[in-house]
């Protein structure tokens, strides 16, 4: 481990680049491994050495060795899976790897007298690193500089109050700026960072739980305890059956055991993320963590900040209104735009109105910050000068209050320009202040503001517009895009305190100006506490820790760099309307995954009950391991592939397990029952054999599970329907087409045993559509539950 350094670097030269070459050949580099990358060796590893791949590989083998080839078929299909998932997951990381280098923020390091960007892996112990409002912490310091210069160490400590800090403090990697700038000197770099080593940065912080994950993984445990048992009675139970013959009991065995596992739906869930990522990339929209595709399927609250979401990026002065005329006031706003080294957008609005004023030295400064929300600048005689929110600094009833919310009602932000008494400091405030002007900034609706806030409302999503500015002005802009409730703004600093009566106001108002960062986090927090799924989206420092709290943080690819640190996905390019289109996608992956997971489900409960009933009956296994290839292949595997990848605006919502169990068991249970009666009526009451008995028994179990298929293709369309009906010509060939039906030893004539078996698998399928009407309406009386039932 490498000691804190406390070498002398000259601030205004940093390191020369014999230093820095010094440094990295001694690996003295910023070298921390990206937690979310997975190499092209990772991915193979993580999709070839799987317990299901380790399962059936061993009831490949098995029927290799014990039946013909064509019964191994099974094992052919799992290599294809695989090389599948590896590909898609390759493709996702590739395009990730490549859009992450876009929104990574790029530390600014002074070497050699001269301040460039660089990348976070190119930091070297000592460096220089000048900071800014926003800007994350990548490595442990040491201030150099200080010029008002807080931090934000929560995201280490759990307090949210900002530390200041001075000449000689030590900063931590993880922390973030909230006001002011400076200069520090890295101490600690790489794995010595604090942040690395207690493995939770920022961007860790906030781990997005996986319902979809968790349900499957359960359900494949609960999987795992019935194969070892049912497995081994099978097998005597096929040993009896076939009168000790070890080969053809194997092969009645792996049959039965290999269809209740559900391995192509843990692929085409992967597959589904995986494509999902790859499309939302495409609208430049980097997810940097996996599971948020499905946390954006269950959202139903956005909270939205107002100033570079729903309005354009930038500013500028619109008017200034005059209060005192015997104030200086365009020297002063003049003076003000051009005193702090890193202004905000505000400061910089007022300094392309008003240049610099000659005269005017800075000699203190109290830099913006979102929970003071005014800066101030002194000037040695010319005296101290106050800029900020009049709600802030002026008393209730003044009358220049009342001026700026009328100047408000349009949209814009006004600030009030004053001269104090004293000299302002962030510890006791702005002092006695004398108002001078109002200063009226211009913000633009975004053009697409309007159509997005509609998409969200269309789709029952509500929106929650919290906002550091005044309340008048935040609801003039959410009346323009149209947010419900926007003509009662409410004013934050009279919102409670308790979790339970700030959840009450936010059920029942939609927007919120004069936000502190701490109260943007509470509100999420009182959303999450009336069950909301909520997704926060912002750009700034004061987003923040909102972002980290929400089940779904979205930040701006141009906002702080702490901000894009924490959100799961970042919009690189600003664009607030791709929202609807990024909401739809992972609406799109849920609903589907968990539509085509009742036909993998149902698989998996018809093998259980057949193979229960072979074993208490000590009958042969019903099917071929063809057969269930075949009928598996056309039911469930290719039309879920291209199910999973269709348009479905449903939102998913929490019981997706719960909701797929209820359709699925007792479809299984009519699956195998249908089955196993055309199986034991041609075998027993027509005194067929077993080869006709199983084809007849095949017949019935394509036609319930194709029914079964259809039921869960709905909403019908023409794609589906497509789908489903190639399907059904896909089986009709295998009946029919000469090599196939050998191959597969399949085949259907109008005979009795030919129509008995039609006539169970109609019986079998119409107790189908009433199971799926059932569900339907009990889902519809519970509350309304639209996620798809099929």
């Known amino acids: 481990m490498t000691a804190p350094t406390r070498e002398v670097v000259d601030p205004a030269r940093g390191l020369s680049a014999a230093e820095v070459a010094e440094r990295v050949a001694t690996g003295r580099v910023n070298a921390v491994k990206d937690r979310n990358a997975r190499s092209l060796g990772d991915i193979v590893r993580a999709n070839t050495f799987t317990y299901f791949n380790a399962l059936i590989g061993f009831f490949w083998v098995l029927m290799l060795v014990s039946a013909p080839l064509i019964d191994s078929l099974f094992g052919l299909v799992i290599v294809v899976n695989t090389a599948i998932g590896i590909i898609q997951e390759y493709r996702a990381a590739r395009t990730l790897a490549k859009l992450s280098l876009v929104g990574l923020q790029q530390p600014t390091v002074r070497r050699d007298g001269v301040d460039a960007e660089i990348a976070t892996h190119d930091l070297v112990l000592d460096d220089v690193i000048l900071l800014r409002t926003g800007d994350q912490m990548l490595v442990d310091s040491v201030v150099l500089e200080s010029n008002g210069l807080e931090l934000d160490e929560s995201l280490l400590t759990g307090e949210a109050d900002p530390v200041a800090k001075e000449i000689g403090d030590d900063v931590l990697s993880g922390s973030f700026v909230v006001a002011g700038s400076g200069v520090v000197r890295a101490t600690r770099v790489g794995h010595d960072s604090y942040a690395s080593k207690i493995a939770d940065e920022a961007s860790k912080f906030s781990v997005t739980r996986s319902e979809l994950r968790y ?31 070890i080969r053809a009991s194997i092969a009645g065995t792996v049959p039965g055991v290999i269809t209740m596992v559900p391995e192509g739906l843990v692929l085409l869930t992967s597959v589904a993320m995986a494509v999902s990522v790859i499309r939302l990339a495409q609208k430049k929209a980097l997810v940097q963590d996996m599971p948020a595709v499905e946390v954006l399927a269950r959202v139903d609250v956005v909270c939205v900040d107002k100033t570079g979401t729903l309005t ?115 510890d006791d405030g702005a002092g006695d202040l004398s108002p001078a002007a109002l200063v009226v900034i211009n913000q633009t609706l975004r053009s697409d503001a309007a159509e997005t806030v509609a998409y969200f409302l269309e789709q029952n999503v509500k929106m929650k517009v919290i906002s550091g500015d005044n309340a008048v002005t935040v609801g003039a802009i959410a009346a323009q895009a149209g947010v419900p409730g926007a003509d009662t703004p409410v004013d934050a600093r009279d919102l409670p305190d308790d979790q339970e009566s700030l959840a009450e106001i936010l059920e029942t108002h939609s927007v919120f100006g004069r936000v502190t960062p701490a109260q943007k986090r509470a509100m999420v927090g009182a959303l999450q506490s009336r069950g909301h799924v909520v997704a926060m989206t912002g750009d700034g420092v004061n987003d923040c820790l909102a972002l980290k709290d929400a089940d779904l943080g979205i930040a701006m690819g141009s ?30 992956v849920l609903g589907n995954v968990e539509r085509v997971a009742q036909l993998f489900l149902s698989k998996s409960f018809y093998a259980m009950v057949v193979s229960l009933a072979t074993i208490l009956l000590t009958l042969p296994f019903p099917f071929l391991n063809r057969h269930l290839t075949i009928v598996t ?63 007849a028994a095949v017949t019935t179990l ?77 889902r519809q009386a519970a509350g309304g539950d639209l996620a798809p039932a099929g």
């Open 215 to 245: 349900s499957i993984q359960r359900f494949i445990k609960v999987v795992s305890w019935f194969l070892v048992p049912v497995g081994f009675f099978l097998f005597i139970s096929q040993y009896r059956a076939n009168d000790g013959d």
């Open 633 to 695: 292949a056309l039911t469930i595997g290719v039309p879920a592939f291209f199910l999973a990848l269709l348009p479905n605006t449903e939102r998913f919502r929490p019981g997706f397990f719960g909701r797929v169990l209820v359709f699925a068991i007792p479809c299984g249970l009519v699956c195998a029952l249908s089955a196993y009666a055309t199986y034991g009526y041609v075998l027993n009451v027509n005194d067929g054999d077993v080869d006709t008995a199983r084809t």
């Open 312 to 426: 354009e990026p930038g500013m500028a002065v619109q008017q200034v209104v005059t209060i005192d005329d015997s104030l200086p006031v365009a020297d002063a706003l003049g003076a003000l735009g051009a005193s702090e080294p890193e202004p905000n957008q505000t400061l910089v609005a007022i300094a392309a109105k008003y240049p610099a004023t000659e005269g005017w030295t800075v000699t203190a400064t109290v830099p913006f910050s979102s929970s003071r929300k005014w800066s101030s600048a002194t000037f040695g005689d010319r005296g101290a000068w106050v800029l900020g929110a009049p709600e802030m600094l002026l008393p209730d009833g003044d009358p220049v209050r009342t001026q700026a919310d009328g100047l408000a009602q349009g949209g814009a932000r006004v600030l009030v320009l004053a001269s104090s008494a004293g000299e302002p400091s962030s």
């Open 559 to 588: 906002g702080a760099g702490a901000t894009r640190a924490v959100a799961q996905i970042v919009l690189l390019d600003d664009r607030f309307a791709v929202m609807p289109s990024v909401v739809a996608e992972g609406r799109r």
């Open 702 to 778: 394509f036609i319930v599970a194709w029914w079964i298929l259809m039921q869960v293709a709905k909403p019908w369309d023409a794609i589906r329907l497509g789908i489903c009906g190639a399907m059904l010509i896909g089986f009709v060939g295998v009946l029919y087409i000469p090599w196939l039906s050998n191959l597969f030893q399949m085949s259907w004539a109008p005979d009795h045993d030919g129509l008995a078996a039609l006539a169970i698998g109609i019986v079998g399928a119409t107790i189908v559509s009433l199971l799926h009407a059932f569900v339907i309406r009990g």
